[in-house]
Structures are given as C-alpha cells and as structure tokens.
C-alpha cells in the first residue's frame, strides 16, 4: 500500500480554457477553433457544452481541455479529459461580456493563481436592467475590480466594439486577444490558420483578430474616470447669460446651469433662458440662508426645471426629428455608403391630447370638453401614422409643426406645465428653511415625470400624490427618507402597486 | 431543413475501416449505428441528440444506399413503436429521444416491447438532459430501465467507449432478447474526440426480407397468458443472460484493483469527472492511472452480483459515484452485499449529495471525506485543490449577488412568438388578468420577464390540455392556452383540441405556427413552409383543427401584425359564440428566416439588384428614459444605453446593430402608444432611378430647410 506522496507535484496536466457567452454569440465557433488550433499543433484535444436550449440567448458555457500529443505519446496512454470547468482548476478564461465575466468570478472559475481573464467589457444589458423604470443598471467598476482582482492576468477591452468596426464577430476578436496573451502555447500564425481552415468570412475575421491582437498586446491607456466634468462652454450668442450665471450663481452650479440656458434656448429662444435663469434665483437665495452649505439643492433644482421646462411636445419632437444633425447621426449609424439611398420612418401617434396640447390655451382647452370636436380630430389623427421624414411631404408635416415653435407660450400644454413648475418651486422654496433634506427630495421628483401618453399620465399622477404627501411628511424627522423610499416606489413598477403600497406605509 | 447543416458531418459518416473518425460524440454515434449493420433508425429531436436526427436527415442518400430506413417520428412514442420491427425479425433497430421528457411519451411502447421481447437488436439511445442547462424536470432515465427491464448502458464519456457500447448494445439485446437504452448525458453527446473507425455495414437481412417474408409469434403479444409468462421469463431467462454477457464481453471494467483496500463503484458516465477529481486529489494522473481501485460499470442495470462482491471482498468500504436520486445503485449495492453476507461498508449519498449534477468539484468534495475516512494519509492538506476549498469571496469583500443576474434563454432578436405575448400583455390591459396554460417550446419564455404571463406547462402538446378542468359555465373570463407547431402535431391534436371538441370546452387556443419545431433546432414537420425532399410538408393546421371539429377558428398570417393580433385575441376572449376557439398565428421563426433569407439577400446585393434593407432606431433626444417600450417586448436588440444628455440620468432605450427590422418596436410604440422616439431606416442598395430621384429631390428641399434650422440654433452652442 502506498503512503505519502503518489505523484511528483510537476505531474504533467491539460490546459484548461472555460468560454462564457450567451447563446448566438459564436461561443462554439470560438471553442471550435481552439481545438482546431490544438489539433493541428501537435495537441490532443476535447470541447464540450451544453446548449440546447441556453442557445437561444442564455448564458452558457464552452469548456475546452488540451494535452501535448507527444506526453501521450511517450507515456503511451490517452489523457482522460474533464468535461467541465473545475474552480481554481482553468488556466484560461474568455467572457464574451462584463457580467459574464463577472459570473465566472463568481463561480470561482478566475483565480489568481492560474487564470488569464480575457473579458469583453462591453454591456449586454439583462433583462432585469433594461426592464427598470428608471435606472437598473448594475455597477460595473464593481465587476471591473472583482474581475482584476481575482486574476492573475486581466486582458480586457470592447471586444465588441472592434469586432463591429471590422464588421465580424465577437469571437474573433477574443480569438486574437487570446493569441496575444500567450496563455495557449502556440503562435500567432497558427491562431491565423485555424481561422483560414475555418473558410467562412475569412477575411473580416482576421481583421477582427488583429484588432483583438492589438488591444492585448497594447491595451489602449486605461481611461481614468472622468470625475471632474470639463467646464461647459457655450455660443456666442449666449456669453451675456453666461456670464451672469458666472457673475451671481455659486461654482457648484455652473456646468448645470449652462447646460440648462444652451437647453432652453435650443428648445425655445433666449428670453425662455432668461425666465429660467430667473426662477431659480429665488432658490439661490433660499439655499444660501438656509441651507447646510452642501450647495446639493441649486444643481438638483437648475437639472430637474431645465428638463421640465423642455417638456417634449409635438413642437420638440417635430423640431428634434426634422435638425440636420439627426438626419446626420441615422445616416452613420446606418453605414450609408455614398451609392446607397436612406429612408427614414417616424412612428408617430398624435392623440387628440398631444393635437390639443399644441394649440391656443383656450382652443385646446374647448376641444378636449367638446365631444364631436375631439372625436374629429381623432378619426384624422387617429391611428397611428408612419411618417417618411426623408421625403418631401413628410418632412414639411414635420416642419410645420416645428415651426409653431415662436406661438408655444400661447399653447394649452405650455400654461398647464408651468402652472404645475411655479407650484413645485413654490412648495420647494418654503421648505427650505423647514427642512433642507426634504426640500432636496422634493428637487429630484420630477425624474418621475416621463414619457408620453398612458407613461406621461402615470407620471404626474404619481408626482401629485407623492406632493400631496408633503405637509405630512414634514411632521416627521426622516421625511426626506420617506419620501426618497416614496420616488423609489414610483419608479418600482408600472402598476403603481408599490406606490400606493407605500403610501399607506409613509404616514405610519 | 434544420437550423444546422451538417454537409461536413456526413462525409464522417463514410470514413472507412482503420481510418480516424473526429467529431461530436452524437455524430460518434451516428456512425457506430451504421458500422453495427442497423436496418432502421427512428426518433424525435431535442436536446441532447437533435443533432443525431439532423445528421441522419441529411444523410439520407447514404442511409438509402446501406438500405437503411430513417424515420423523423411524429412523437418518441412513434419512434419506440417503430421498434416492433425487431420483435419477430433479425433486424437491428435503433430509436433516439431527449430523457426523461421523450422516455415519458415513449414509455408506453417501451413497456410493450420489453414485455414481448425482441429478436433482432433493439437500442433506445437516450440523450439525458440533467443538470447544467437543463430545460426540463430533473429525473432519470433509470427508473425505465427498471420498470421495463430494458438494460441500460451508461458508458464512459468518451467515443471509443461510446461506439463501442452501442456496437455491444446490439449484441447484448440480441443474447438477451430484450431492448437496451443507451444513455448519453448532454456533455458526452456534445464531447469532441475520436476513434478508430470500421466499416460501415450493410445489414444481411433487410426490410424489404421482412416485409416479403411475414413471420409472427403470438407468445410475443402482451396478451394473457403470454404476458405473465413473459415476466417469469425476464427474471428466469432475460436477467441471466445479461449478466453473463456483461461478464463474457467484460462490459464493465476494474482499474487498479488491489492498490487499496477500499474503492470507488461508478457509473462510466461519471468517469471523467471521477478521474479528474482523483488527479485533483493526487490520486490519479492525466491518464486516468488510479492509486484507487475504480469498478467503472458502463452498465448500470443489472448489476452483475458477482462482479460487485468480487471487488467488495477484498475492501473495507466502498463509495458508489451515483448521479441522480432516488439512490437505486448504492440500494441494489447494499442488497448484493447484505444477501452475501459480506460485511463491506457502502458510502455513496452519505457523502455526496441526494439530488443536482454531480459536477468533478461535487465528486471531489465527497471523494476527500470518503479517502480521509479511510486512509487520510493519503491527502496532503497542504496542497488540497481551491475546489475543496469553501468558495473564495470576491476581492471587493461583497457578495457579487447585485451585480451578476441570472441570464435565462429569452425570445431571439426578432422572434415572431414576441408580439403574440406583447398582444396578449395588451389585451390583459383592457381584459384584465387570465389563466395562461404554457406549453413546451420557446414559447414557454412567456412566463419570464419581461411578459409574466403563463402558470403552469404540463409537457409537450399538453398546453390546452393543462386547461381541460377550466371548463365551467359559471364564469367571465375564458382560459387562454398556448401550443406550438411541434406540440401540435407531436399529440395536441387529439390530447388539446379533440379533447376540448368533445369535452365542449369554451376556451381559447394559440397556436404558434413558425414552420419549425424551432426549439429543437428547426426541424420540418407537416405545417412547414419549406419544401423537404423527403417528407410531406405544408399541411394546414387550421384545416386540421377545423378537421376535429373546432368551428371558430381565425388565422393570423403576419404576427407582427400586432393590432390584428390584439383584435383577434379581444374577440376569442370576449365573443357570444361558445365552444372551443383556435387562433394560428403565423410568422416564420426569425433564427431560421435569417439562415435562409441573409445569403440570398448578400447575393442579390452584389449581383446589383435592388435590395432594402430595413433597421429600427431609437432618437435617444425624445427618449424619456421608462423603458416601457422593452417591457412590452424584450427583444435583445432592443436595450439601454448611457443617456448621452448630461441633464438627464436614467438611461436611454436604444436598438443595437443586431436588429433585423421585425418591425414589431413600430408596431408597439403605435398599439400601446408609447413615444415618438422609434424610427425605422431603410437602407436601399443598388437603388432604382426612380429611388434616386426621389431622394435627391429630397435632400435638396430638405438641406435647404434643414439650413434654416441650423441658422435658429447656430452660435447656442460652442
């Protein structure tokens, strides 16, 4: 019977390669030409998976285990290979995406002993983030950090975004990534020839796995994260207004406040910048007697009335689709060659609301009691309507509502929307000197205010109820938490279920 | 034609006698059935062995010139039927299924044949969907085998032992005139690797001698008195005779016996990961060279008494590597021993867990308590694998929980089964909430995020069948059921809509026609779009339902058609007429129309024919950032992006370049009237004079207009 030690601790082992990708990425095209790779370099090699079903977009993983031929030829025996990834037991790892780098971390797969980490760090948003109402995404210099700190070598980089610029897949650029990273013991020409055997899109591969080459071999300079924002600056046409906000504005605000007179100027004219300028002087002056010198209140009220007074009516919406710049931003995202002819579609649905909303105050106001009319214009607006912005007639549709624009002020939505911004600031600028925190909260409430239609009337409702809520909620010392919990609810579901649920709670 | 082509593949199958065969170990298989003389192959697809089928189907010139019949089954019970060729004839017969869902259907049939016999070879090649990515309930095959009394192979994962057990399964059937399964757990169906092949045979006694030359024998009919004489003669004559076969052909095998006094007992898919786990512990090496007597069984049932006691005799103890639960092994383990009165002590689910995937970390945490137990000096915890090792935490000191989502399968990009549940979503806004009845199929995606809709699923083809008690006169909302193609044709004609025909139910049926089984890897079947050299297609399953009986029946030939979609559903919900109601809805499954349709568009492109090409966008501008526009689809195209306007925070909905222009974003932002912001471009290459009139008159109106705008807002911004 033996004791003690059985083998020599240098006992020969396979190189293990674990692939996490979702389902459709070319994970199996990846793993396929590792061990073609393997295969024709002199190494015996086995991949496996599990797709069925995971296929169809699901996170799955290609596992892929490779033994020099000539070992098993000396020893005259066949390695028997694992058929899955064990934790702390794989030398390479390829994530195809942040989070599933970062689910490999968590399954243990990455350590620091042992594993090349080569991840993509672009997002694949799940379906939990893209789903939020507001703001679902998870933290991603936290899967960054996670990610470096558990490897022994971290390669990373958008993988995707060079595999698009080459007009390839994914998995070629993580191909070439890998070849650079030295983990497999092969050269870079051999990595090439795998992908010349393969013979499907050849070319636009290997451009896609120089790019990935590239970028392991010579990451690009990390990008330190941009805490201070660069100082905004803005047209001629506004340096008069700049420099009052410079002149009578505290510094924190600055950038907000520019951004915000460019906004309305943009979306109205310069007296619009100029009333904005106006009304938030008052909350200027409320903040700075008042305040606890954290100078948080301007910035979150001067982002929040800026956004609000840029509500998106017809008159925006026609302004923003029919603007040069646009047509300019589709036509690159679209790769227009100079020989090819784009088409733009709008799907527009003008309800009898929106038609009303851009019309004299008294008009709109008439049309929205008045049954027949309202009925009328709705068997014209009706259904919903596919505009093309890059014809003749569409575009003049859209410019002629563009160019209601100087007639605004006059409109039903622009007096009805102002009314409710003079009340918000109203109630904001008495609070302040009850309750500064509060009054932070009740700064940041509009962020509920969203969307058109069905989304816009959720919205304002939920913004009235949670105002309503006010006067009882100074009674208590963590009104501010109260109400922050009551905007989070807001944002919680689409049925409103969670607000009201806590709006029984809130007063408890 | 199905979603993989396997052009390459089937020239493996031709490789001949000495030469190296290389490739997927259900293509392994494919060409040990041809090498084995097989006369028919049958079975239906699913993961793991789809592949098995495609492979065959586009094989079948080969099939014919060996006289090989292949057959895509209606159902696994159809496939397991087929089997009967094998009862009275010396054909070798193979059928294939996905386990334990398609062993479930076949197990009629199974029961039938086990019960009779069979003469000529008979195997059921089962692919084990358990564990890891596992799309159904977790069972084992094994259960079958021992109801049934079929043996059942298990053999190490690797292809010379995989071709050589269905090689040996043949024989073994034939010795013991009973079917034998062949199970293959979804890493070994879909391991790489090789063997050294034969020739492929054609079998001596063909179908056509069969059909010309009748034989019956009525002893072989599950009737009585034959069906009592034939379970005397599976325990008398059948059982036997396996195990001196499985001795005589030494099936199961012993490594590195008499190096301890204690070993392992293993099932020979578990070897692998058993090995691994070894060298892990410094108890093997790469080569499977074990410092640990191993008694592989590459049959799991029967047991071979003689063979357990001889390798318990010499030990103290025992482990049984046994993946799945109930624990029938280690139980028929402690039965052999305890009858012979041998004292060894039997580990197994004491130190491994009861139920989940035995992965190599799982094994090898359970290995290391059996091996301390027994001869810690063995173990050098100084060098003890992180495996282990309780899981490290990750570097930030906080669980990763928030930041790592599960990811399940969701609809593709463009799926045509997407706006069938927007609609429904739509419908439930005005109809109120209903009880969904899910079936199996991509559509069972339903029932997660971001559509919640669908309570329960009761197996394939059985979605309105999983409805059939909601059948009362007392109420105000119907049931709605969902079906696809497959389970449609699989058995939900008869078990769904003829049962609610002659039950006289009054509710409603979808039926999603895609023109593929698509969840199986879109195989053709009688409603398919596609003409199939081989197979009758293109048969109407509204012209079926209404064959039953079904008089309202309404078909929607363009799913992406959402209003029409939310029209048809409002009236099946809502209308006076009573009695069962079926609506097709039709639209191919886009993973397929994209194979087919993309190259045939990059042609037409570079032959300069005129071809448009239609993308949606998203003017992140006008987007608020709510995101209802996802919740009512879920498409992978369509997502968030960074809100590229510094004022605002929440992110913006964007449609990624992997768009293929289903339309079905324009179609909700209108039905659901959401928002202005989506968009779609029409990229038209090689376009006709008339299209570049168009747009040059166009651009010059336009650019002069668009020189206004620009004018208004010139010298706002730096």
């Known amino acids: 019977m033996s004791t003690g030690a059985i083998f020599k601790s240098e006992t020969p082992r396979a190189i293990t390669v674990a692939i996490l990708a979702m389902g459709g990425e070319g994970g199996g095209v990846l793993a396929d030409w590792i061990v073609d790779l393997a295969e024709h370099s002199g190494y015996l090699a086995q991949t496996t998976s599990v797709p069925g079903v995971a296929q169809r977009t699901g996170s799955t993983i290609y596992y892929i285990e490779i033994f020099p031929e000539a070992s098993a030829r000396a020893a005259e025996k066949e390695p028997v290979f694992a058929l899955m990834p064990v934790p702390g037991e794989v030398d390479v790892v390829i994530a195809s995406e942040l989070m599933e780098a970062g689910r490999a971390v968590q399954r243990g797969l990455v350590t620091p002993d042992r594993t090349t980490l080569i991840a993509s760090t672009h997002r694949v948003y799940s379906m939990t983030e893209k789903t939020a109402i507001a703001d679902g995404q998870v933290d991603s210099e936290k899967l960054l950090d996670d990610c470096s700190g558990s490897a022994k070598k971290f390669v990373q980089g958008d993988f995707s975004a060079m595999a698009s610029d080459a007009r390839s897949v994914i998995s070629s650029v993580l191909f070439g990534a890998l070849a650079a990273t030295h983990a497999l013991p092969f050269a870079r020409e051999q990595f090439e020839e795998a992908v010349r055997r393969s013979g499907v899109g050849v070319d636009s591969s290997l451009i896609a796995f120089n790019a990935g080459f590239g970028e392991a071999a010579q990451p690009s300079a990390v990008k330190v994260k941009n805490t201070e924002q660069a100082k905004k600056k803005l047209g001629i046409r506004l340096r008069e207004l700049e420099r009052r906000i410079e002149a009578s504005f505290p510094v924190a605000a600055h950038n907000i406040l520019k951004l915000g007179i460019e906004r309305l100027c943009d979306y109205q004219d310069e007296r619009y910048a100029v009333e904005y300028l106006n009304r938030l002087e008052p909350v200027r002056d409320a903040e700075a007697r008042y305040g606890n010198g954290d100078g948080l209140l301007l910035p979150e009220v001067a982002r929040y009335l800026a956004l609000w007074m840029s509500y998106e009516d017809a008159i925006r919406v026609a302004d923003l689709k029919t603007r040069h710049s646009r047509f300019e931003r589709v036509r690159k995202e679209s790769r227009l060659s100079a020989k090819q002819v784009l088409r733009i579609n709008e799907f527009l649905y003008p309800r009898v609301e929106e038609i009303a909303d851009i019309m004299p105050a008294r008009l709109g106001a008439w049309v929205l009691k008045t049954g027949w009319a309202s009925r009328t214009i709705s068997r014209f607006a009706g259904n919903g309507r596919i505009l093309e912005t890059t014809s003749v007639r569409g575009f003049l549709q859209l410019y002629m509502i563009a160019a209601l624009r100087p007639w605004r002020r006059k409109t039903l939505r622009f007096l009805k929307e102002h009314k409710k911004i003079g009340e918000w600031l109203e109630q904001l600028i008495l609070l302040v000197p009850e309750n500064y925190s509060l009054a932070i909260e009740v700064a940041t409430l509009p962020r509920v205010l969203k969307g058109y239609g069905d989304t816009y009337i959720r919205g304002h409702r939920n913004f009235d109820a949670m105002m309503g809520k006010i006067p009882s909620l100074l009674a208590h010392n963590d009104g501010a938490y109260r109400l922050k919990q009551l905007r989070e609810a807001a944002l919680a579901d689409e049925s409103g279920e969670t607000l009201a649920a806590t709006l029984r709670q809130v007063n408890r | ?718």
């Open chain 2, 1 to 718: 034609m199905a979603e993989r082509a396997f052009k390459n593949e089937v020239q493996k199958l031709l490789v001949k006698q000495g030469e190296e065969f290389r490739g997927e170990g259900i293509l392994a298989v494919t060409k040990a059935l041809l090498q084995s003389g097989v006369s028919y192959v049958a079975g239906y697809q699913g993961a793991p062995i789809s592949h098995l089928m495609d492979v065959l189907s586009d094989a079948n010139e080969i099939l014919e010139q060996l006289g090989v019949h292949f057959e895509h089954s209606a159902s696994e019970a159809t496939a397991a039927a087929t089997l009967a060729a094998s009862v009275n004839y010396p054909l070798r017969g193979a059928v294939t299924f996905k386990s334990t869902v398609g062993t479930n259907v076949a197990s009629d049939a199974l029961a039938n044949l086990a019960s009779g016999g069979v003469t000529g070879g008979a195997l059921i090649i089962v692919g084990e969907d358990y564990g890891d990515g596992s799309s159904i309930m977790q069972e084992r095959s094994h259960a079958f085998a021992m109801k049934s009394q079929m043996w059942l192979l298990d053999p190490r994962p690797n292809l010379p032992s995989i071709v050589n057990a269905v090689e040996c399964g043949f024989e073994l059937s034939e010795a013991t005139h009973t079917p034998v399964m062949l199970e293959l757990r979804i890493r070994a169906c879909h391991v790489h690797g090789r063997f050294i092949a034969k020739n492929n045979v054609r079998p001596k006694f063909g179908l056509k001698d069969a059909m010309e030359n009748p034989l019956r024998d009525v002893s072989r009919i599950v009737l009585p008195p034959s069906s009592f004489l034939h379970e005397k003669e599976k325990v008398e004559k059948r059982w036997p005779a396996a195990q001196k076969f499985i001795q005589e052909h030494a099936l199961n095998e012993c490594f590195a016996d008499g190096s301890q006094d204690f070993g392992i007992i293993l099932q020979g898919g578990m070897y692998n990961s058993t090995i691994r786990a070894l060298e892990l512990l410094g108890l093997a090496d790469i080569f499977g060279e074990s410092k640990v007597p191993l008694l592989v069984l590459n049959v799991t049932y029967p047991l071979v008494d003689e063979e357990i006691k001889r390798f318990c005799a010499s030990k103290r103890s025992v482990l049984m590597v046994e993946e799945g639960q109930p624990d029938f092994l280690e139980q028929n383990l402690q039965t052999i021993l305890r009858r012979a009165d041998q004292t060894t002590k039997v580990h197994g689910k004491d130190v491994l867990p009861m139920a989940g995937e035995y992965t190599t970390a799982t094994i090898l945490r359970g290995l290391l308590q059996f091996v301390e137990r027994y001869a810690p000096q063995l173990i050098h915890h100084d060098r003890l694998p992180a495996a282990a090792r309780p899981a490290p935490q990750p570097p930030s000191g906080q669980s990763m929980k928030a930041e790592v989502h599960p990811r399940p399968p969701s609809f593709c990009t463009g799926c045509p089964e997407r706006p069938i549940f927007t609609a429904l979503k739509l419908v439930e806004r005005e109809l109120g909430s209903h009880h969904v009845s899910c079936d199996i199929g991509c559509h069972l995606f339903s029932i997660l995020p971001p559509f919640n809709l669908g309570a329960t699923t009761m197996g394939y083809g059985l979605g309105w069948a999983g409805a059939a008690a909601f059948n009362t006169h007392d109420r105000s909302k119907r049931t709605i059921s969902i079906m696809g193609d497959g389970g449609f044709w699989h058995n939900g004609l008869t078990s769904g809509v003829g049962n609610a025909v002659f039950n006289r139910n009054d509710s409603v049926l979808v039926v999603i026609d895609n023109s593929y089984t698509a969840a199986t890897g879109g195989q053709d079947i009688l409603s398919s779009a596609a003409t199939n050299p081989i197979r009758t297609t293109k048969l109407s399953i509204a012209d079926a339902v209404r064959g039953v009986g079904v008089k309202w029946v309404r078909t929607v030939t363009d799913t992406f058609r959402l209003a029409t979609m939310v029209d048809v559903l409002k009236e099946a919900l809502t209308t006076d007429e009573r009695g069962p109601k079926v609506i097709v809805a039709q639209s191919e499954c886009m993973l397929n129309k994209q194979r087919r349709v993309k190259p045939l568009q990059q042609k037409r492109e570079r032959d300069g024919k005129r071809v448009v090409s239609e993308k949606f966008g998203v003017d992140a501008e006008t987007c608020t950032g709510d995101h209802s526009c996802i919740r009512l689809s879920g498409c992978p195209s369509l997502t968030i992006k960074p809100n590229p306007d510094p004022l605002r925070i929440d992110p913006v909905a964007t449609v990624l370049e992997s768009c293929v222009g289903c339309g079905l974003c324009g179609e909700v932002s209108h039905a659901a009237r959401l928002c202005p912001s989506f968009y779609r471009s029409e990229v038209i290459s090689n376009p006709s004079a008339w299209d570049k009139f168009k747009s040059h008159l166009g651009r010059t109106v336009i650019e002069f207009l668009q020189r206004r705008i620009d004018r208004r807002l010139a010298e706002i911004a730096a």
